[in-house]
């Protein structure tokens, strides 16, 4: 696949907002067009936040979290992909707290035993995990329900919640606690997230969002038990608004820390060829992941991103760090995708991840 191409070098002024672009404008905008995009794409609802200057300035929900009832600030969203970014949060200061390093073997504490025969294991670390290079599959079922080495591990990117999984089991096993636990120390109460859980609590009742598959039609939400690093965490747009706030303000992780976690670790180019199709002006010089985080390197600077998907669940999450701008998206629909699109086009304004976000309607 050809290398993407790199953008060229902005004015110093890249990151002045346009005077029109007030939060309560993109604010009106959103009350003025979300309903309608719900509409066209059958979404039963989304909910927003909008992150500037480090700090929450609005969170809206519209539409309804099930059949007949209004969703609202209180919905729980299954965020589905959005958990990986809080379980590398969570790795992170575990490792400033000195109770594990990302670049220890895994094996020592945990060796999952489809790979207990195949010496490779003893080269998967909590990096290798958290940067998506562990050599497995996204998933066991897809090798014959076995995990397996597709590649070296350490070598390169392959998108896996498998390895993602395979750092909580590690983490739990060396330290004798489950991830429900930690994250509530590390992430959830120093960010004042009240509202968030990788496992189904009494609290939940009559709050969660239920998927709608993309002929419109209703399923079952569907629970991680155990907690899964990967996947199913349950959230209000408040919290995880205030979750992105803590990371982009560095909020009690040390600079090196923060250094590790924003790098880009492996390369993944396959977004390029979306940005080349669509002839986009402004493609990322480089487009990979970092540890917990999608990264396309602009000549202006990164923007961190991520996005969430099981059925009937659509999420997104991004922010330019240069700025400390950003945005959280959730929807309890297959179709999400399309209506979070359109938002995230107003939200990013004049920015080339906003013509990125482009090159995916249909």
Known sequence: MPRPAVSQPHSPAAHTRAPDRTADSLRAVM???????????????????Y????AVAWTRV?????????ASERTLYNVASLTKPVFAETMLRLAAAGRLSLDESMAPSWVDPDVAADPRHRLLTPRVALSNRTGFANWRRETGGVL????????????????????????????????????AQYVFRPFGMAQTSFTRRDW???RVAVPMG?????GEPSFASPANAADDIYTTIGDYAAFLVGVMRHDGLPARYVAQRDSLHALDLSPAS??????????????????GWSVMEYADGPLLWHTGADWGEKSMVFYFPARREG??????????FKVMIEAGIVLAGDSPFAEFLATGRS
Not at 31 to 49: F, G, M, N, T, Y
Not at 62 to 70: I, L, S
């Open 31 to 49: 009350d003025q067009k979300a309903p309608a995009w719900l509409a066209e794409h059958r979404v039963p609802s989304i909910a927003v936040a």
């Open 51 to 54: 992150v500037r200057d480090g």
């Open 62 to 70: 519209y539409g309804e979290q099930g059949p007949g009832v209004a």
């Open 148 to 183: 397996r080495f597709r590649t070296e591990p350490g070598t390169t990117y392959g998108y896996s919640g498998e390895g993602f999984e395979y750092a909580r089991r590690f983490a739990s096993a060396k330290l004798g606690a489950s991830l429900d636990s930690l994250a």
């Open 204 to 206: 939940f009742a009559g």
């Open 214 to 218: 993309p002929e419109g039609r209703y």
């Open 274 to 291: 979306a940005c080349d199709r669509a002839k986009v002006a402004r493609c990322p010089g480089r487009i990979g992941y970092a540890l």
């Open 327 to 336: 945005v959280v998206m959730l929807t309890n629909g297959a179709n999400g």
